[in-house]
């Protein structure tokens, strides 16, 4: 990595709370920070056009980002602890900052109560550190006291870990973690949340469980009305994508990456699988 890895850490924040998450802006930071430099040289050479391109170099910024390296560490045992604890802080941010990101993304309920929940356990965080700094003296009440704070300052850290992940997975490939993710709280998360079973309701109503189940007492014309509706629903689907609107437009306006459009994504793989499914049981009561 390059020696300025803060400054170039910021960068990298910057990038993944913007709204264009711009290709080669990313490239470039990758690039200079000489973070796992084969994969990168991979991305690279594929070019902006390949998809597959576009989620690695998401994926790598989080690695780049996100990966906390414990000064115990052997991999790291050349590293000085202390710059490398204070290099893998992320910026606190407050509430409204947060807020303002996840309207930004457009992200779902419960990837807002994630990123809610990373930032504020983020601050909390901090601020053990800093009450661990300030104990002065080596008695026994000191030492404990110390040790309790860093012990706790280790938990978060792990959920904070946990949290990330569960980001990272939608900010990749779309997918949306359940509602159990939040079932079990750490202390200190639970005012973040104001009912696991709002998690769960909001889990459950998404199109995946719900939109995409043939009714076990379909006859012929009922599939066949199944299929058209779906097939309409499909073509919107695919409209958003390339107009932003359901409906064809003049010009091409292609949605821009992002949560939004992985999702849409995600939503015409579904449709485009189940009015398979659709035919194939029209071909078995045909």
């Given at each position: 990595m390059n020696d300025n890895y803060s400054e170039s850490r910021e960068k990298a924040i910057d990038w993944i709370n913007s709204k264009t998450r711009d290709f080669t802006a990313g490239?470039?930071?990758?690039?200079?920070?000489?973070f796992k430099p084969v994969a990168v040289s991979k991305v690279a050479r594929w070019g902006e056009?390949?998809?597959f391109a576009k989620d690695k170099m998401l994926t790598l910024i989080y690695e780049y980002i996100g990966k906390w390296i414990?000064?115990?560490?052997?991999?790291?045992?050349?590293?000085?602890?202390?710059?490398?604890?204070?290099?893998?802080?992320?910026?606190?941010?407050l509430a409204e900052e947060v807020k303002a990101i996840c309207d930004e993304?457009?992200?779902?309920?419960?990837?807002?109560?994630?990123v809610h929940a990373f930032y504020a356990l983020h601050r909390k965080r901090a601020a053990m550190h800093e009450q661990a700094a300030a104990l002065e003296g080596n008695t026994p009440e000191v030492v404990l006291e110390r040790q309790n704070l860093l012990?706790?300052?280790?938990?978060?850290?792990?959920?904070?870990?946990?949290?990330?992940?569960?980001?990272?997975?939608?900010?990749?490939?779309?997918?949306?973690?359940?509602?159990?993710?939040?079932?079990?709280?750490?202390?200190?998360?639970?005012?973040?949340?104001?009912?696991?079973?709002?998690?769960?309701?909001a889990t459950e109503k998404t199109p995946e469980s719900k939109d995409y189940i043939i009714p076990d007492e379909a006859d012929l014309e009922a599939l066949?009305?199944?299929?058209?509706?779906?097939?309409?629903?499909l073509v919107k689907a695919k409209n958003m994508l390339d107009f932003?609107?359901?409906s064809k437009q003049p010009e091409l306006a292609p949605m821009p990456d992002g949560p939004k459009r992985a999702k849409q994504e995600k939503r015409v793989m579904q449709l485009t699988e189940f009015i398979e499914k659709i035919e194939y049981r029209i071909v078995e009561l045909s």
């Open positions: 490239l470039a930071i990758l690039q200079d920070s000489k056009a390949n998809k414990r000064p115990e560490d052997p991999k790291h045992n050349d590293e000085d602890p202390d710059e490398t604890v204070a290099a893998f802080e992320f910026p606190t941010k993304q457009g992200y779902p309920v419960i990837i807002r109560h994630v012990s706790g300052v280790e938990a978060i850290s792990a959920r904070l870990d946990e949290l990330w992940k569960a980001k990272t997975l939608y900010e990749v490939d779309g997918t949306v973690p359940g509602a159990d993710l939040f079932e079990v709280l750490p202390e200190g998360e639970e005012s973040l949340i104001t009912s696991v079973e709002t998690l769960k309701e066949k009305k199944l299929k058209k509706n779906t097939t309409s629903k932003q609107k359901e």
